[in-house]
């Protein structure tokens, strides 16, 4: 993932790698980070997510997860207090298999 500050938002490009999903796929938002729902693009092209990504602090996020106007999930984010650790844990509606997802992401 990447992240780039742009005005008082980011944006973020990551790849996505499993079985679903070839490592030639790229997702993108660019987010205001006040809550204002946008698109995540795949390989360019609208996929039906959005995420409504808030900032609350210079180290905490919270993001509303919707798939074709139904939210999913929420995600809160925290980067560590030396910025080397992203954890994502993600709480997914209760109709998905998921339940409860915890993420880290270490800065290269």
């Known amino acids: 993932m990447t992240v780039e500050e742009v005005d008082t938002g980011?944006?973020?490009?990551?790849?996505?790698?499993?079985?679903?999903?070839?490592?030639?796929?790229?997702?993108?938002i660019q987010t205001p980070?006040?809550?204002?729902?946008?698109?995540?693009?795949?390989?360019?092209?609208?996929?039906?997510?959005?995420?409504?990504i808030k900032r609350i602090d210079t180290h905490?996020?919270?993001?509303?997860?919707r798939f074709k106007g139904k939210e999913t999930g929420v995600s809160k984010a925290e980067v560590s207090p030396d910025g080397k650790v992203l954890k994502i844990e993600t709480d997914y509606v209760s109709s998905n298999p998921i339940g409860k997802e915890i993420q880290y992401w270490d800065r290269q």
Not at 37 to 48: A, C, D, I, Q, R
Not at 60 to 65: G, P, Q, S, Y
Request: aromatic share 4%; charged share 15%.
């Open 10 to 28: 980011w944006n973020l490009t990551y790849k996505v790698v499993g079985p679903d999903a070839p490592a030639s796929t790229v997702s993108t």
């Open 33 to 52: 980070l006040n809550g204002k729902e946008v698109p995540l693009l795949v390989n360019g092209k609208p996929s039906g997510q959005t995420m409504g």
């Open 60 to 65: 905490r996020t919270v993001t509303v997860l």
